[in-house]
């Protein structure tokens, strides 16, 4: 094996490493998924984005461009997907997080259930995203109840019991039961 291909094969390996370890944040971005792997991560724009420029420059070590009219086709090419990435990532970098968090209301006889309200919009009308958080640490959880945009009218989301979640927008009432690990059941759903 040539030191060329050496470095390709390390280029494609880095590339799926960092794929790999995109993967379980991903999963944990669902409901019942673990908010520290969340956390730490569930980051496409870094870890998919470091994946692409290492396939590309492993195509670039592989191929040699001899002649003036490649190394120019190559620059045609490559050029506009740098700048896009550039782009793509820095807009990523200046909107991009897990939101705002707006309340944030431990359970009446469970400490470690928590449930939060977070904005999530990029823009200036609000997107409300209803999670109940359980455990703590590396174990603890997140559970969605939902997402509410401005058009959905949104009012509040509480506790209305020991075990019981109201959520409250203008056309509806969804009512979730918890049980004791954690996890929401339900919604019972009344129109307004």
Do not use: C
């Not at 390390?10 to 908010?35: M, N, Q, T």
Request: proline share 5%.
């Amino acid at each position: 094996m040539t030191r060329r291909n050496r470095i390709v094969w390390w280029l494609r390996g880095a590339a799926l490493a960092a794929l790999l370890v995109y993967l379980p944040g991903y999963l944990s971005s669902r409901s019942g998924g673990l908010v520290e792997v969340e956390r730490r991560l569930n980051h496409p724009v870094l870890l998919i984005g470091a994946a692409v420029v290492l396939l590309v420059a492993s195509v670039v070590v592989r191929f040699e461009f001899r002649t003036r009219w490649a190394q120019i086709g190559f620059a045609a090419v490559l050029s506009p997907l740098i700048v896009i990435g550039i782009a793509i990532g820095t807009l990523s970098f200046v909107v991009g997080g897990d939101g705002r968090l707006i309340e944030r209301k431990p359970g009446p006889d469970h400490p470690d259930h928590v449930l939060t309200v977070t904005d999530i919009a990029f823009s200036i009308d609000p997107v409300y995203r209803v999670e109940l958080l359980t455990g703590s640490g590396w174990s603890a959880r997140h559970w969605s109840l939902g997402t509410w945009g401005e058009n959905d009218g949104f009012l509040k989301a509480e506790w209305t019991g020991p075990a019981r979640i109201t959520v409250t927008a203008t056309h509806e009432t969804r009512v979730y039961t918890v049980d004791g690990d954690g996890r929401p059941a339900g919604p019972e759903v009344t129109r307004r």
